[in-house]
């Protein structure tokens, strides 16, 4: 008999809501970021130990919850950024599922404390395996804390999978190099330890994003990257891409963020704009190589939905053919005209000057010229008859046996002393 049908209980509904959204440390970190982002921070301080397993916290300047609208942004599916049905198809913020903070304390120790601008103290609540507790007074500053210890305590199974605390951390440091890229205008730190693995301070005005360049991967490569700006049926696409000499055999390095006109650019990895890549640097690369770009898009938000999947990394475009070939377009023609002027200027180059007089060496020396040296010759050998060779020949070979034989204490004793004896008189 089949078992009956029934409702399953919140916190395993936060549990398996959890595996889609909390993979590993650096989920929890992109999620929680992402929300500080949304609440208009300007700073945003992260620490991990062990990889983010035993300590993950977030500190922010931001807007800051209420205390009577804390046991709200633990639970599920409860969110500030969403209202009606309609809003769900002109999402401009980076969050709007509401589940985010319900999964992260549904499989750890998650401490929220919060305080707006304008109260004399902030408050916190704490919840532990989906469980939470009641909201107390807490001495926080303006802005967000929100701590999350002992990931995947109650899930074994999901703890034992995560990697070690150095790949953990190398994740995690990936995922906030993604987010601030896309935010350059926020300062963001990554310490692990007491060590700080990202130091970002914020970077305004025109040329904000290669400021970032510059802190996250250093002057080397932001002196290979050519601006990019192009637009196109209402499609924008700009940043910086690298010139072909500058490349990896991943592609790692290929950082593009997806801006809803009016809202906050957010990271995302898409096959269409890696396809467009690769097809805008064919025939500059080698097989097997990949460029190094960092791209922004901006389009209208009904030309995007981003409500594909709750990591919030994939998005699906409206016209997919016309950002291909905006993406193509743009990116060939930052190329273009960074790598015409050096051809111009290889194939129009002045004559070379004429090479200097070599000083004068020992070779223009009349005494050490060269001078043709003599020939000498010899007189043929008088001819040998059968006999004599035969016997010149048998000489030679004992001669070679002999000097062949390996020469040991008593035979060097006997040479030594037939070569000391006086030879005899001929008779």
């Known amino acids: 008999m089949p078992a009956p049908i029934r409702p399953l209980p919140p916190e395993l509904v936060n549990q398996i809501a959890a595996g889609e959204v909390v993979e590993r440390p650096a989920s929890v970190l992109k999620e929680l970021v992402e929300n500080s982002l949304d609440a208009g921070a300007r700073r945003i301080e ?31 599916h409860a969110t500030s950024k969403l209202h009606a049905l309609e809003q769900l198809f002109s999402i401009r913020s980076l969050g709007f599922r509401g589940e985010a903070l319900a999964s992260i304390g549904s499989v750890s120790e998650l401490r929220l404390a919060s305080r707006p601008p304008g109260q004399p103290c902030g408050a916190e609540i704490r919840v532990r395996g989906g469980l939470a507790g009641e909201v107390r007074p807490s001495a926080v500053a303006v802005g967000t804390l929100v701590e999350v210890r002992n990931l995947f305590f109650n899930t074994p199974a999901r703890r034992k999978f995560l990697g070690s605390p150095a790949a953990e951390s190398r994740a995690c440091a990936r995922t906030l190099m993604r987010l601030a890229l896309a935010s350059p205008e926020v300062g963001m730190r990554l310490r692990s330890g007491g060590r700080t693995l990202i130091e970002a301070p914020p970077s305004e005005g025109e040329h904000a994003l290669r400021e970032r360049v510059t802190a996250l991967f250093g002057r080397a ?18 940043g910086l891409a690298a010139l072909p000499r500058r490349n990896r055999g991943d592609s790692t390095h290929q950082f593009v963020a997806l801006k809803v006109r009016g809202g906050r650019a957010r990271p995302i990895r898409d096959k269409l704009i890696a396809a467009a890549i690769r097809e805008a640097y064919r025939g500059l690369l080698m097989t097997r190589r990949h460029a190094v770009v960092f791209l922004e898009l901006e ?7 981003v409500n594909v999947h709750p990591a919030k990394l994939e998005v699906r475009f ?36 004429p090479p200097a007089a070599t000083p004068a060496s020992s070779s223009d020396d009349p005494r050490w010229a060269w001078r043709p040296r003599p020939i000498t010759r010899h007189p043929p050998a008088a001819p040998v008859s059968e006999g004599a060779s035969e016997t010149a020949s048998a000489a030679s070979a004992t001669s070679t046996a002999t000097s062949a034989r390996p020469q040991t204490a008593e035979t060097l004793a006997s040479s030594a002393a037939g070569a000391s004896s006086p030879s005899p008189a001929p008779s």
């Open 299 to 305: 389009l209208g938000a009904e030309d995007v939905d």
């Open 318 to 353: 409206r016209h997919g053919s016309n950002v291909f070939g905006t993406v193509v377009r743009a990116l060939r023609a930052a190329l273009d005209g960074a790598l015409a002027p050096a051809v111009l200027e290889t194939s129009e180059s002045p004559p070379a000057p």
């Open 46 to 76: 992260i620490a991990i130990e062990e990889g983010g397993r035993r300590l993950l916290r977030v500190v922010d300047d931001g807007a800051g919850i209420a205390a009577e609208q804390l046991p709200l942004a633990v639970a599920s």
């Open 221 to 238: 490569v932001t002196d290979d990257l050519v601006p990019v700006a192009f637009e196109r049926d209402g499609l924008v696409v700009r």
